[in-house]
C-alpha cells in the first residue's frame, strides 16, 4: 500500500508569484484535503476535494485554489503569494463512502518559504 | 476563544512515565476526535480515532472523550525515547472531515533516557 506523497518538499518564491503544490494520495482513497501549517501552530484546513469537486472550505482567501485528478491526486495552487503564506503544505488523503474509516492519512508535507 | 485549546509545553517526562495529554473545546458539534503524532519537519501520524464518548485503547495509547465537559486526553503507558513528537489533538463535526478537522496547537512532548 502506498502512502500519501507530496512534491517538492521544499519551495522557494518570492512575493506576488503563483505556486503550484502536488499531493498523490493513499492507494484506494478518493479524498483530498489541503492544510496550511504555520510554524509553532497546527494545521488548519484549506479545502477538500471529492469526486473532482470541492467538498468544504475552511477561511482561505480565493487565490488559494485548488483541482482533484481522476486518479484522485490533487494539487494547490496559491496565486499573489505574500510572506504570510511562508508555511508546510499538508495533504491528507481518505476514503469517503462505502467501507472506509473515513480517517485522514497526512503526507509528508511540502515547506514553502516566501521572500 | 479559540474552537481548539492544546497547551503547547513542553511537556518532559522521564522515560517509562504515564504521559497525560489533553485538549479542551468549545464547540458541541464535534463528534469526531483524534489524536496525530508530528515528529519535527514531518507530516502528522494519525494515532487515535474516537467517535463519540468514551475511551479506546491500542497498545501503549488511550484516547478518552468527554463529550460532556468538552475534554479529550491522551494516555501514553511506559514512555519511551522514540514516544518525543508533538501531539496534536484533531476534531470534526462531519464524518470525513468535509468541515475540516480542527485542530489544537499541539503539545510537544520529551522523554528524557
Known sequence: ETGVTQSPT????????????????????????????????????????????????????????GLQFPNYSSELNVNALELDDSALYLCASSLEGGQGTDTQYFGPGTRLTVL | QKEVEQDPGPLSVPEGAIVSLNCTYSNSAFQYFMWYRQYSRKGPELLMYTYSSGNKEDGRFTAQVDKS????????????????????????????GADGLTFGKGTHLIIQP
Request: hydrophobic share 25%.
Open chain 1, 10 to 65: 521544499h519551495l522557494i518564491k518570492t512575493r506576488g508569484q503563483q505556486v503550484t503544490l502536488r499531493c498523490s494520495s493513499q492507494s484506494g482513497h478518493n479524498t483530498v484535503s489541503w492544510y496550511q501549517q504555520a510554524l509553532g501552530q497546527g494545521p488548519q484546513f484549506i479545502f477538500q476535494y471529492y469526486r473532482e469537486e470541492e467538498n468544504g472550505r475552511g477561511n482561505f482567501p480565493p487565490r488559494f485554489s
Open chain 2, 69 to 96: 465537559s468538552k475534554y479529550i486526553s491522551l494516555f501514553i503507558r511506559d514512555s519511551q525515547p522514540s514516544d518525543s513528537a508533538t501531539y496534536l489533538c484533531a476534531m470534526s463535526a462531519v464524518r470525513g
